[in-house]
């Protein structure tokens, strides 16, 4: 699928080494964007980049390390302009899911749910689109949120929070970056197929295929497209929303207990 607007444009996405930040890269190069690809794992990293890279026209660049840490996140900002000289869109895709009784949490763990989920989306998107300001040519940012901050799902209250957060992110930023041309969106996904729902699901297509009125889960497919879309010029009229892409889960809310 071509969408407008892409081409030569450059993007920044962080926890892109698989899943659905791999699938967002691999479109955005398919349009003939230049994409600064990140991910925790440096392995992961190169291996995800020297791929895509030899695909597609666009042009891949590696950059690893902790999308929640702020020196981290500092340094692929310069690197991004470095070698590219500007920043048109910014995808903060890395998250992290923990599940854990809400009187046991611990804090450790509840720092390392926040750090990543939210300190690395919120300073990502002050510190790029502060670039994008100064260019003065507009910019498009989608933050990932989730269908576990819309409804609640049992054991993870702070996922869920982290989630819920960024889309109202998403709309308190309309505020600052509307007259700057900037717009702000954020998709929430539901069941989706990838590697790290399959490891901690073997059946995860199966088990959550049934609670979906289509019988389907998603793929990382379903959510780059999305994704695509609020980046191009199509979406050049829509700011400060959440769209969901969940099969409609949260219509009906069926959780896997139900179908004991």
Known sequence: MIYTGIKDKVAIITGAGTGIGFAIASLLLENGANVVLN????????????????KYSG?????????????????????????????????????????????????????????????????????????????GSGGRIVLMSSITGIKSYPSLSVYAMTKAALRMLARSLVLVLGEHQITINAIAPGATLTERTALEEPDYAGAWGKLLPGGNVGKPEDIANTCLFLLSEGAAHISGQTLVVDGGWTVIGRYPGDLD
């Open 59 to 135: 042009h891949c660049l590696p950059f690893s390390g902790d999308a929640g840490n702020i020196e981290v996140i500092d340094g692929l900002v310069r690197y991004t302009l470095e070698h590219f000289g500007r920043i048109d869109f910014v995808v903060p895709n890395a998250g992290i899911t923990l599940f854990g009784d809400f009187f046991e949490f611990s804090p450790q763990d509840f720092q390392k749910v926040v750090n990543l989920n939210l300190q690395g989306a919120f300073f990502l998107v002050q510190k790029a689109s502060a670039i994008m300001k100064d260019q």
């Open 39 to 54: 991910d925790l794992d440096n392995e992961v990293t190169e291996k995800a980049t020297k791929t895509l890279d030899a």
